[in-house]
């Protein structure tokens, strides 16, 4: 377990990293529309998430399933197109149908586990013992997720309480920003699924 620093550094590093930063878009689609109050929900669906990737993820690295990769760059940008779009139409000041945003954080969370899985697969190489390294990184996404969250969280209650935006339009506003980008992203990767 001495690699156990290492891989949770690596794990929130990539979550993290503006490189790639349509997971970051994602949880912050997916807890956009919360409040600080809310954050007991909210730590559920991140972690809802985190069940879904930590299970394509521990798939592919032990390579019982294989998917395409471009095929999976491409869903990546339509979970968060799908996320956001569901928080512009709905009508409601809060959140609502907790069951149904649990088990869309779950199955979205499938997809961007097979997305994290090339990531990992090269930086463990040939490497024989690989359960405690995925742990480990797997706990390490959970972590960088739960900062993007807090961030969030805290972002918005200085906007709506602080500031006094009111909360519909902030999560309008942060769910179009959200949408524009995430449609750019998926018109962009879309051209590889035909090549």
């Not at 000041?93 to 979205?108: E, R």
């Not at 006094?164 to 769910?175: A, G, P, Q, V, Y």
């Amino acid at each position: 377990m001495q690699e156990f620093p290492l891989y949770f550094q690596l794990g929130w590093q990539h979550i993290l990293d503006w490189q790639g930063y349509d997971h970051i878009l994602f949880v912050m689609a997916l807890c956009g529309t919360y409040m600080l109050a809310d954050w007991k929900k909210v730590l559920i669906l991140v972690t809802a998430f985190t069940v879904g990737h930590s299970i394509t993820l521990a798939l592919s690295v032990f390579k019982i399933i294989s998917v395409n990769t471009a095929l999976i760059e491409f869903l990546i940008p339509v979970t968060i197109l799908v996320t956001a779009a569901s928080n512009i139409f709905s009508k409601r000041k809060k959140p609502k149908g907790q069951t149904f945003k649990y088990l869309m954080a779950l199955s979205f969370g499938l997809i961007h586990g097979l997305g994290f899985s090339n990531y990992l697969k090269s930086l463990l190489g040939k490497s024989s013992s690989i359960t405690a390294e995925l742990f480990a990184f797997n706990i390490g996404l959970e972590f960088g997720q739960v900062l993007i969250v807090a961030g969030v969280l805290i972002l918005s209650f200085i906007l709506i309480w602080i500031v006094k935006i009111k909360r519909w339009d902030w999560n309008f506003f942060l769910s179009s920003a959200i949408f524009g980008i995430s449609f750019v992203m998926a018109a962009e990767r879309f051209p590889a699924l035909l090549g």
